[in-house]
């Protein structure tokens, strides 16, 4: 008797073997399985999807950060002494890490569409467990030199709550393919009840999430207020040096209605404009002064301070990357510039109608001018010749002396506070001006100016709070804002909001009846209709015969018999005839 075994023909499958291949390195069809994942495997796909999710809440971190990046260098050159955007490698890193986790977690995904087995390669689980490390090890390095700036995720929850919620709502929808598939499988066991009770209460929680959400920008479009103007923050110090000329001017240039700067006194009494503590940063006094560097700004006379170059630095360094973008003109006037006194600034200020928010450091108590540095201040005001109307003075001390400049505080106080004082303006980080106290302080005629907007996203939002100005080291980035991003009155958000959540569930409802509908058809197939119905009709050359064995037996053992294998290619199917079979 002749024995055989049937022929196999598979068909190409370029796809499952792309994503087998890639995950876990099984390129064989003899190395794929349907069977389900071990517990390992489930364990490493947990592993992906919680590296997913943190490296995405680190690049949003990042995403609505670039508000403050200024402040993150400045608190780097703290620490090191030495200036430079540290913020390259953290991005491109973060960037590298967030791809890679994102491929492998859809190739992850695909094995499971495709019901097949899980098992990633030594090499990418080298690779998941060196991001999530990575990552986690810079989430605990911001928190150790940049713990305030997590306040920034809730402020930006405002503008961006809406646009998160639908598409969280579009991925929990669409994740539900997989869900339903897994559910509705013929064994039965505690771990799916709990799947979906877990998939059931996520996708309620989407559902009804909008009803905690704090949105300024959803407010009718007659409610909306005048522009907020913009007050230059030393200028305009992406464009220029900081509190130098140039960049007072270029800040007037965009649109800038007031100036902002920080003050520091003399020696001999002179206030000038510097923000850090010493000259090291944003002039040249390692060269002019190698062994006075790192002394206190203030310790210099204004002869030696006027000797400095405050403009060269920001042609060497490019902080912001814009010194390419300057013509030949602009950077030899930049690379002149000295640093500034305050009655320059003053006189450009009182020369353009705008007005002047002075940040002034109080001498230490062994400097000379630590009991009149007010005096100098109010002498320099006199000599440029502004109004004392248009000069906002923020220090708290020594306000009695002051009445004549306009009374301001850089904290956040209670209205009690604020008449006891005589403060007309608060100057208020943008984490703690809240819609509330912005409606309260405006109710009670008290101006209030948040710092720093850099980015279009919170101008609007704040533009929609009702804020009346915002300081900026950008004002060349909020010119472009004449309207706020977006705006919605409640009802159009109340219809996508319901709709939204109509279409989610009614597609998650299809979805599982889609599935049970799908098992329970494979139930109703016996074994020999599963087998006919895996033969389609194709040609010839379609067909990939990968293995043909006949077996022939011992035929002295008294059977006579006699089979015939015939293959018929023109009717695009490879069948057996059997003839004449006797025992």
């Known amino acids: 008797m002749v024995k055989h075994q049937p022929l196999q023909v598979y068909e190409k499958q370029v796809f499952l073997s792309f994503v087998t291949g890639v995950y876990g390195c099984r390129w064989k069809r003899y190395q794929r399985s349907q069977d389900d994942s071990s517990r390992w495997e489930c364990t490493w796909f947990i592993l992906l999807c919680s590296s997913f999710l943190l490296l995405l809440f680190w690049a949003y971190f990042w995403l609505v950060a670039q508000n403050d990046i200024n402040e993150f260098n400045m608190s780097v050159y703290n620490l090191s002494g030495e200036w430079s955007d540290e913020t390259i490698p953290l991005l491109a890193s973060s960037t590298i890490g967030f791809s890679y986790i994102t491929f492998l977690l859809m190739l992850a995904l695909s094995h499971i569409s495709l019901g097949q087995q899980l098992n990633l390669y030594w090499v990418h689980k080298i690779g998941v467990l060196a991001t999530l490390l990575t990552t986690i090890s810079g989430i605990i390095s911001v ?45 039965r066991s505690t771990f799916q009840v709990l799947v979906l009770l877990i998939y059931t209460l996520l996708l309620l929680a ?65 206030p000038f404009l510097m923000r850090d503590s010493t000259f090291r940063r944003t002039t040249d006094i390692s060269k002019v002064y190698p062994s006075r560097q790192y002394d206190d700004a203030s310790s210099f006379n204004w002869t030696e301070i006027r000797s400095l170059n405050a ?49 002034i450091r109080r001498p230490p108590p062994e400097h000379p001018r630590h009991r009149s540095w007010f005096m100098d201040t109010l002498w320099a005001v006199q000599k440029a010749g502004i109004s004392q109307k248009r000069v906002t003075w923020t220090p708290d001390s020594d306000r ?53 907007v850099n980015e279009p996203w919170l101008y609007s939002l704040l533009w929609c709070s009702g804020v009346p100005s915002v300081s900026s080291d950008a004002p060349q980035v909020l010119r472009k804002v004449p309207y706020p991003i977006w705006l919605m009155s409640h009802h159009a958000y109340d219809f996508i909001w319901i709709t939204s959540d109509l279409v989610s569930l009614a597609v ?46 011992d035929i002295n053992n008294g059977l006579g018999s006699s089979e015939e294998l015939s293959l018929y290619p023109e009717n695009g199917y490879a069948r057996y005839s059997h003839s004449n079979i006797s025992r």
């Open 311 to 359: 403009g060269q630095w920001f042609l060497e360094s490019d902080p912001y990357w814009t010194a390419k973008t300057l013509t030949e003109r602009d950077r030899a006037r930049i690379a002149n510039q000295s640093v500034c006194s305050l009655v320059d600034m003053l006189r450009l200020a009182s020369r353009a109608n705008s007005s002047a928010l002075l940040d």
């Open 400 to 452: 009695g002396r002051v009445r004549g400049l306009q009374q301001g505080a850089n904290e956040k106080l209670s209205i009690k506070e604020i008449r006891q004082r005589g403060i007309t303006s608060l100057n208020l980080h943008y984490s703690k001006a809240h819609h509330k106290d912005i409606e309260e302080y405006l109710a009670n005629n008290v101006s209030v100016t948040v710092y720093p």
């Open 508 to 553: 998650v409802i299809g979805i599982f009846c889609y599935q049970k509908w799908k098992m329970s058809g494979m139930q109703n197939y016996n074994p020999e209709q599963i087998m006919l119905s895996a033969v389609t009709r194709r040609t010839s050359r379609e067909v990939n015969i990968m293995k043909e064995k006949l077996i022939f037996s």
């Open 206 to 270: 989407l559902f009804l999430a909008p009803l905690t959400f704090t949105c300024p920008c959803i407010m009718d479009r007659h409610s909306l207020t005048h522009r907020p103007d913009v007050i230059g923050r030393r200028g305009a110090p992406m464009l220029a040096p900081e509190n130098t000329m140039v960049s007072f001017n270029r800040a007037l240039q965009h649109g800038a209605s007031s100036l902002e700067a920080d003050v520091s006194i003399s020696v001999d009494g002179v």
């Open 143 to 187: 928190d150790d030199l940049w713990a305030d700036e997590w306040d920034i995720l809730l402020v930006s929850l405002q503008a961006t709550a809406p646009f998160l919620h639908l598409g969280a709502l579009t991925t929990v929808t669409a994740i539900s393919w997989l869900v339903a598939g897994y559910v509705v499988r013929r064994e």
